[in-house]
């Protein structure tokens, strides 16, 4: 009698987990950006919050946390109960390069996360402010070796993917320029617009359409090969033989999410970012949508983790706090 009672709770408690399974969602969704909003990471949380909230038919908050390169709203979100109900879009900064970078980070990027799926390979894009002259790559490596040190550029954060890129240009060049750290690329391009900053290499999502109404220069974009957004803009390599980098931008939760949760937010990224209004919204920006499995994600960001820990032991970015 005993062990068919304990054979009838046993497939009670099976079923009520398999009904609270297929019934998640049930209350709001919180997708938190770790950067400010009008960037590249705000476009694709309001992109997946759209989809996700009319397939679920529940609400998705899109919530910005920014700051330390965009550590604070990941550590928040590493932090957060592993219920599917926070979810970090995640960057390659805050992923990965950070680990590299800080000394005291309050999460391991490696440990605290479970990858639901990557949403967009994102080249970035070299720009200039129209008061700098140089109009190809070739005119501005000659202006800024004539002018060592007397310029700045911009970036996202200190030991963001877009302060790493220009610290590759400079190693490449042999040449230096002032950093100036922003909180997003949104604060970063309104700069330069005003002609505080001279040059930056950010996400192309961000500055394309800057560049195509004329308030900044464009002069290549940082992937291997050139774009079917912007084919005559021509890469970097082309002019510097072999400097090309691309950054990537995905969905994450907290480790320790009920695999079925992860699986289902899954599907619904690869429903989202196959829909042809928004791979073609992606790719005349320069972003290229890559939805993959869990699994496939992991093993992206791992076999990512070698080449981005030499740059950054190249670069000499450490911060110690």
């Known amino acids: 009698m005993r062990f ?16 609270a ?10 997708i938190v950006v770790p950067f400010q909003a009008g960037g590249s990471a705000d476009l694709l949380a309001r ?5 996700m909230q009319a397939d679920f038919g529940s609400p998705v908050v899109v919530e910005n946390r920014s700051g330390a390169g965009g550590s604070i709203g990941t550590a928040y979100v590493a932090k957060a109960p592993a219920d599917g109900y926070t979810l970090l879009l995640g960057t390659l900064s805050g992923n ?4 590299f970078i800080y000394a005291k980070l309050p999460y391991d990027p490696e440990r605290d996360f479970q990858p639901i799926s990557l949403l967009v390979h994102l080249p970035n894009l ?3 402010s129209k008061k700098v002259p140089a109009q190809t790559v070739s005119e501005f ?5 004539a002018n060592d040190g007397k310029l700045n550029y911009g970036s996202s954060g200190i030991g963001t993917s877009s302060q790493l890129s220009v610290v590759m240009l400079e190693l490449a060049t042999g040449t230096h320029m002032t950093h100036v750290p922003f909180r997003s690329t949104t604060d970063e391009i309104t700069s330069m617009m005003s002609g505080n900053v001279d040059v930056a290499i950010d996400s192309m999502t961000t500055l394309w359409p800057q560049a195509q109404a004329g308030s900044i220069r464009a002069l290549a974009v940082t992937s291997a090969q ?5 084919p005559d803009l021509p890469t970097i390599g082309e002019t510097l033989n072999g400097l090309s980098v691309e950054g990537w931008q995905g969905l994450f939760a907290p480790a320790g999410t009920p695999r079925p949760f992860v699986d289902k937010l899954a599907a619904e990224v690869k429903h989202a970012f196959e829909e042809r209004d928004v791979v073609k919204a992606l790719t005349q920006v320069g972003g290229q949508p890559g939805p993959m499995p869990p699994d496939a994600f992991a093993a992206f960001i791992a076999s990512e983790r070698p080449k981005w820990r030499e740059v950054v032991r190249a670069s000499g970015v450490h911060i110690d706090e």
């Open 21 to 30: 399974q297929d019934a998640w969602p049930q209350r709001p969704i919180t």
């Open 47 to 51: 992109i997946v919050q759209q989809h």
């Open 4 to 19: 068919a009672v304990t054979v009838v709770l046993s497939l009670l408690l099976a079923a009520a987990a398999a009904h």
């Open 226 to 230: 050139r774009l079917a957004s912007a």
């Open 96 to 99: 990965l390069l950070n680990g």
């Open 141 to 145: 490596i000659a202006y800024l070796k």
């Open 126 to 128: 070299l720009v200039v």
